[in-house]
């Protein structure tokens, strides 16, 4: 996203006469650099699988603006907004204790802190260089072949966003504080519920590495491993409303289970050469000839899938579902004890 950076810079001299024009120059050698390693695939150390190659195609612009939209007035905000309220409230006790009490703190602080304030009004074009800013650095994802643009490319778009909203409050009155502290203290709490889901879904993801560690000598015994994904899906809350390409793929909006991730973590515990993996979106039924059936989802479109069955022989099978990683009870993604001190069933 930084690779417009010169853009910036230049509009910045430009509009304020700060700096010299050729200090934008300073940043066309990285700029160089990062172009030159995206077309040559990391000088050809890298294998990028296509919808990672991020190729420009204006085809994908009217469905990047759409999510873009969705990103700021639309669906993804207000489920981030929604989700991170509510799990704000689902934070382990003790440490929503002691964030709440620093939030007090803060807000008080900051509170006292505005009122020895003045406004300060902020000249035109610092929004156009904030809306400039926003424009170019959401540019590259606009244009992403692929299709869909990811929360952690906004990161920098972002940052015009935040100019934006400063020339916004230095529009404003005596209601400037108030709408600052209002908005700041929504954004505290929806920060902070959004960053314990981010704890959360992280902890899935340990907890199934660690139960792979501990079954290591039973792996590489095994032909195949399945990962009951459909398991973790019916015992974890982890969305307000439930969509086929999603089994857990996300916690609450943070990303969880990835196709390639738990294989990784497959390979890891057990070489290149271990078991085949599968990734079962639909949980594995034996059937009357010693095999087990299941479902895996394979990606259509951004936003759907389709679901291939497979079959595979009971023997030489292991099965990794829910109970194996945190038994009966799921506490925060933390791991109990009978999870993994359990028996597989299937064999």
Wanted: charged fraction near 15%.
């Amino acid at each position: 996203m930084g690779f417009f950076l010169p853009v910036v810079v230049l509009t910045y001299c430009y509009l304020y006469r700060r700096a010299y024009l050729k200090t934008s120059l300073y940043f066309l050698l990285p700029a160089a650099g990062y172009l030159l390693f995206r077309m040559t695939q990391a000088f050809h150390l890298a294998d990028t699988f296509p919808i990672h190659a991020h190729r420009p195609a204006l085809s994908a612009l009217p469905g990047n603006l759409l999510d873009l939209a969705h990103h700021y007035v639309g669906r993804y905000m207000i489920r981030n907004i929604l989700y991170g309220l509510y799990q704000y409230t689902a934070i382990e006790h003790f440490w929503l204790v002691v964030i709440s009490v620093m939030n007090i703190v803060g807000i008080v602080g900051a509170i006292r802190w505005l009122r020895r304030q003045t406004r300060h009004q902020t000249e035109g074009r610092s929004a156009i260089f904030a809306g400039l800013m926003f424009l170019v650095f959401a540019l590259p994802s606009l244009l992403n072949g692929a299709g869909g643009i990811g929360g952690r490319q906004l990161v920098l778009p972002s940052v015009g966003i935040a100019c934006g909203v400063m020339w916004v409050l230095s529009r404003l009155q005596q209601q400037w504080r108030s709408v600052l502290v209002i908005g700041s203290i929504i954004a505290l709490l929806v920060c902070q519920g959004n960053a314990w889901t981010q704890v959360v879904a992280c902890r899935i993801n340990g907890a199934v590495y660690a139960t792979l560690k501990e079954k290591r000598a039973e792996l590489l015994m095994m032909d195949t491993v399945i990962i009951d994904t459909k398991s973790f899906a019916d015992q974890i809350p982890f969305t307000w409303v439930h969509r086929d390409f999603n089994v857990l793929n996300t916690y609450y909006g943070a990303q969880a289970f990835e196709d390639w991730g738990l294989q990784s973590m497959v390979r890891l515990v057990t070489g290149a050469t271990g078991p085949m993996v599968y990734i079962a979106s639909e949980s594995p039924r034996l059937t009357e000839g010693d095999s087990f059936e299941f479902a895996v989802s394979e990606p259509e479109a951004y936003r759907s899938v389709s679901r291939q069955l497979h079959t595979v022989p009971q023997a030489g099978t292991v099965i990794i579902d829910f109970q194996d990683v945190f038994g009966h009870d799921f506490q925060n993604g933390l791991r109990s004890q009978d999870g993994y001190q359990r028996e597989l069933t299937w064999r």
